[in-house]
């Protein structure tokens, strides 16, 4: 059974860094997606980030240049570097892979970029 379990949420203050990482138990293979999702009170879930197996990492326009997506080496960890956060990032963050057999999230994981 895969599970997916995000951490290195918390509170931050404006211009603030946080380091989110998302691991992967369980026999997980052939991922070919792998993104990061918020959803902030009141609001739908949004697309963060997004990096492909072998490909470019894309973003959302809110994060572009303040945002990096990485992969750890193997196909079970998935990164994400905030920085210059806002208080318009304050959201649960959710991992999500793509494989072959199915997609998967995370339980999820709470930023708050308040003062």
């Known amino acids: 059974q895969v599970q997916l379990v995000e951490s290195g949420g918390g509170l931050v203050q404006p211009g603030g860094s946080l380091r989110l990482s998302c691991a992967a138990s369980?026999?997980?293979?052939?991922?070919?997606?792998m993104r990061w999702y918020r959803q902030a009170p009141g609001k739908q879930r949004e697309l963060v980030a997004a990096?492909?197996?072998?490909?470019?990492?894309n973003y959302a326009d809110s994060v572009q240049g303040r945002f990096a997506i990485s992969r750890g080496n193997g196909e079970n960890t998935l990164y994400l570097q905030m920085n210059s956060l806002k208080p318009e990032d304050t959201a649960v963050y959710y991992c999500n892979f793509l494989t072959v057999g199915g997609g998967y999230w995370g339980q999820g994981t709470q930023v708050t970029v308040s003062s």
């Open positions: 369980g026999s997980i293979f052939s991922v070919y997606a």
């Open positions: 990096i492909t197996k072998g490909g470019s990492p």
